[in-house]
């Protein structure tokens, strides 16, 4: 899969997880895991539309070809977010995630003054998403805001790709190293083409590859840190994930190589911390 601005097509989509929880919960976005000890316990993001005060409010839930999708995020006054902290080289990601995480987009919609949103999310195929708004408002928390989204049509499910640690895309070969558990864990992912180490790899928001997780039983966020002090070069790539719980995961990770930013996937199983009880096996955020 190859991003270069707007979105192209999606992969098939699974099964429709249910509505998200607008209930206000806790939980933290690209920085909100920072600092953490080890056998802390990572929140699982991405779940709610409200946080601590603040709502991903979508102009519609449904995505209708030629129609842009537009969204606000409010503050605790009720008002549009304006002013919002650069982070990773951009004031929000997007993350929109197929039900079957078989589909992914990492993009970085545009803002008006009056704090609209907009992004092009045509080619997507019909089924459901989950669109993660992981942003920072200016003096404000760390923010992963979820809702779901869904494009009309016939449904062609896909199941979710069994477990390993090497994908193939667009002639790269990139490899996934590590032991994943609950908790904070190092990884680290390894880029090949035509069989030749790549150590060109070129800064993509603030490091060498921007690397996600999604938990497949509910669509929860993680954000996997860089662990580089230089963006840019290979052919490894190390990150901290900090994972909510033991299970299914399905991780994304965007590099930029010769202009263009592609994405490898991989469905790891993840174990529950060793390092002790397993109290990172925490699997929802707290309802409220």
């Known amino acids: 899969m190859v991003l270069t601005g707007a979105l192209g097509v999606g992969a098939l989509l699974g099964g429709v997880v249910g509505p998200v ?3 206000e919960a806790t939980g933290g976005g690209m920085a909100g895991m920072e600092g953490m000890e080890d056998g802390a316990t990572p929140t699982a993001a991405g779940l709610a539309a ?8 979508p102009t519609a839930t449904t ?4 129609q842009p999708f537009t969204f606000t995020i409010e503050g605790p006054d009720g008002d549009p ?15 929109v995630v197929s039900t079957d995480l078989v589909t992914y ?3 970085h919609p545009e803002r008006d003054a009056q704090g609209t949103w907009s992004v092009e999310l045509d080619g997507l195929d019909p089924g459901s998403y989950r669109a993660v708004a992981d942003v920072v408002p200016t003096d404000g928390p760390d923010l992963a805001l979820g809702v779901n989204l869904s494009v009309p049509g016939e449904l062609d499910p896909s199941p979710l790709p069994a477990p390993g640690a090497v994908d193939e895309v667009d002639g790269y070969e ?13 990884v680290r992912l390894i880029v090949e083409r035509d069989g030749e180490l790549v150590d060109d790899l070129e800064p993509y928001l603030g490091a060498s590859g921007h690397l996600v997780a999604f938990r497949a039983d509910d669509l929860a966020y993680a954000h996997v ?3 580089e002090t230089t963006p840019g070069g290979g052919p490894t790539v190390p990150f901290i994930a900090e994972l909510p719980s033991a299970g299914t995961y399905r991780l994304f990770f965007d590099f930029l190589h010769d202009g263009e930013v592609r994405t490898a996937a991989f469905t790891v199983e993840v174990a529950a911390y060793s ?14």
């Open 21 to 23: 929880d607008v209930s």
């Open 105 to 107: 987009h990492h993009v």
């Open 225 to 227: 840190h860089p662990e």
């Open 63 to 66: 995505l209708r070809s030629g």
């Open 275 to 288: 390092g002790g009880d397993d109290a990172a096996d925490d699997t929802t955020t707290e309802e409220h």
């Open 81 to 95: 977010v304006t002013d919002y902290e650069v982070e990773l080289d951009e004031e929000l990601h997007l993350l």
């Open 50 to 57: 409200v946080e601590q005060g603040y709502t991903f409010v």
């Open 174 to 186: 990139v490899r996934l190293e590590g032991e994943l558990e609950s908790g904070s864990s190092p």
